[in-house]
């Protein structure tokens, strides 16, 4: 089974600061994908950025960046000039190949609190 | 509105009665998704819609828990005999092959 692993249960940043949030992960699948979240407080969860595991480029969307090492099963999120707008709960979310058994299903981190400092 | 919508948004209970929860996915997803998230944690996969057919539950889901998709539109979400335990968000997502969108959740809490 796939573990997905944030070892930060908070972080905080100050405003227009770069902030770098970890995930590690467990599969023995090579084809797969990684993806950030952002809950807001009592607001529905949102995509942030997607990778997927067969590219090699780091995507990218807008402030938002992630450093993918495969072999080392490591997937971080960089957000540079932070906002107050990003505080927010983030989860790092793991998805198995399309057309595999695990239907599209994700598999989440535990979180990681990001508080954005004025 | 044209997202996930899912009600209610909140349900307080007694220990022992049932609830139900309503997930609206987005018309076109024939993909429905339940997920159960715990205070500070992340969400854990309860089950999965592929059009009416649930294709698969997660050892969460107990006896206890019941999901349907008539039609393949709607789905819900049945909690008998509720206990403390299940105090939590129920999440609802669906997609068409892809990217998973989110309802706001429903927030259970058993007195």
């Known amino acids: 089974a796939q573990t997905v692993t944030q070892s930060q249960p908070e972080m905080s940043v100050q405003e227009a600061e770069t902030v770098t949030l970890s995930c590690t992960y467990d599969?023995?699948?090579?084809?797969?994908?990684l993806f950030w979240y952002k809950q807001p407080p009592s607001r529905q969860m949102i995509l942030v950025i997607r990778?997927?595991?067969?590219?090699?480029q780091n995507a990218t969307e807008n402030r938002f960046s992630v450093n993918f090492q495969k072999a080392a099963k490591s997937f971080s999120l960089k957000i540079s000039d932070s906002q107050l707008g990003d505080a927010a709960m983030y989860f790092c979310a793991y998805r198995g190949r399309a057309g595999g058994t695990s239907y599209g299903k994700l598999t989440f981190g535990q979180g990681t609190i990001l508080t954005v400092h004025p | 509105d044209t997202g996930v919508s899912q009600d209610p948004r909140h349900k307080i209970t007694k220990r022992g009665q049932n609830v139900t929860f309503r997930c609206d996915p987005i018309?076109?997803?024939?993909?429905l998704y339940w997920y159960r998230q715990t205070l500070g944690q992340g969400p854990e996969f309860l089950t999965y819609f592929q059009n009416e057919a649930q294709l698969e539950k997660s050892r969460l889901l107990s006896d206890r828990f019941s999901a349907e998709r008539p039609k393949g539109s709607f789905s819900t979400l049945e909690i008998q005999r509720t206990e403390q335990g299940d105090s939590a968000m129920y999440l609802c997502?669906?997609?068409?092959?892809?990217?998973?969108?989110f309802g706001e959740g429903s927030r259970l809490t058993v007195l």
């Open positions: 997502a669906s997609s068409f092959s892809g990217e998973l969108f």
């Open positions: 990778q997927e595991a067969y590219k090699q």
């Open positions: 018309s076109e997803h024939n993909r």
């Open positions: 599969t023995s699948e090579s084809d797969y994908y």
